[in-house]
């Protein structure tokens, strides 16, 4: 079954319920950058993310230096954003 994209008016009310996150790669994907006091709980933030994606089955592109992990959601089956990555904004959101 294939995965639906989002509507540009989906695309807009995920943004707009989420400030912190911007549009990345031609309106394809979204991104945001954590900022934790330390290494460790950078790498905690990651644990609890990684656990919830590998259970979703919909994995994160990221990227950690330190106390700083920065997130790209898009959804590779969809050609872009999808209610994937809305759900695992939500989650994520949850573990700041």
Known sequence: MAIAK?????????????????????????????????FAEAFAFMTRV??????????????????????TLTTHDAGGLSARDVAMVEVIEGFV
């Open 50 to 71: 990684a656990i919830h994606a590998d259970k979703a089955d919909h994995h994160p592109e990221w990227f950690n230096v330190y106390n700083r992990v920065e997130i």
């Open 6 to 38: 989002l509507s540009e008016q989906e695309r807009d009310a995920l943004l707009t319920a989420h400030p912190q996150w911007v549009l990345a790669r031609n309106g394809d994907a979204i991104e945001r950058t954590f900022e934790f006091s330390d």
